[in-house]
């Protein structure tokens, strides 16, 4: 059974930093993209960033500059580094990925459960 577990949320003032963590565990053969994707109180869910195996990124404009995407291909973790947070910021995050189970040899997007980043004023 894939999983996929995120860590690093929490309660930061403005212009602090947080950084996420995804892993990815279970019987996986392969790994596509990996992303970020977020839901404030209220809006939908949008992207924050992207990032393939080979290491091409792609950020949502309102987060460019601040926020820095990567990973871990060997570990099949992602992370995501935030810097100069906003209150415009608050949100769940979502960890996301373009995966292969080992048994299923077909590609779907999993999710995990998400985690809350708070940004205080």
């Known amino acids: 059974q894939v999983q996929l577990v995120e860590s690093g949320g929490g309660l930061v003032q403005a212009g602090g930093s947080l950084r996420l963590s995804c892993a990815a565990s279970?019987?996986?053969?392969?790994?596509?993209?990996m992303g970020w994707y977020r839901r404030a109180p209220g809006k939908q869910r949008e992207l924050v960033a992207t990032?393939?195996?080979?290491?091409?990124?792609n950020y949502a404009a309102s987060v460019k500059g601040r926020f820095a995407i990567s990973r871990n291909n060997a570990k099949n973790t992602v992370f995501l580094q935030m810097n100069n947070l906003k209150p415009e910021d608050t949100a769940v995050y979502y960890c996301?990925?373009?995966?292969?189970?080992?048994?299923?040899?077909?590609?779907?997007?999993?999710w995990g459960q998400g985690t809350q980043v708070t940004v205080s004023s």
């Open positions: 996301a990925a373009d995966l292969v189970p080992a048994m299923v040899l077909h590609e779907s997007r999993y």
């Open positions: 279970g019987s996986i053969f392969s790994i596509n993209a």
């Open positions: 990032i393939t195996s080979g290491g091409v990124t």
